[in-house]
């Protein structure tokens, strides 16, 4: 099983990133897809979820509006529309799977990270 994320970037503040995290080895269609992001020296922090369905979603509140998670499960893919992005959004974004949980230790699959930074 894997998870492969793409589409970090440099990109100016006020500006736009795309994420794409597809999964192989098995379909993710029945699991929670979520997105997560590090600082370094920080602690891994929940950005969003999805659930089976486009409807079912959940942001932190830094994210909120901001941010669309969105899935495609014909791909197993789950994307992460990023705009109005700000230089505190700067991290490395991992994709994962798993339960329905905002906490990253209860996420079993993980992809390998997607540095993004955003210049001010």
């Known amino acids: 099983v894997q998870l492969q994320a793409c589409g970090g970037g440099l990109v100016q503040a006020g500006g736009s990133l795309r994420l794409s995290c597809r999964g192989s080895?098995?379909?993710?269609?029945?699991?929670?897809m979520g997105w997560f992001r590090q600082l370094p020296g920080k602690e891994r922090e929940f950005v969003a979820r999805?659930?089976?369905?486009?409807?079912?979603?959940d942001y932190a509140d830094s994210v909120k509006g901001r941010f669309t998670i969105s899935r495609d499960n014909a791909k197993n893919t789950v994307y992460l529309q990023m705009s109005s992005l700000k230089p505190e959004d700067t991290a490395v974004y991992y994709c994962?799977?798993?339960?329905?949980?905002?906490?990253?230790?209860?996420?079993?699959?993980w992809g390998q990270g997607t540095q993004v930074t955003v210049s001010s």
């Open positions: 080895g098995r379909s993710f269609s029945a699991h929670v």
């Open positions: 994962a799977v798993g339960p329905y949980s905002i906490r990253p230790d209860d996420y079993y699959y």
């Open positions: 999805i659930i089976r369905s486009d409807t079912a979603t």
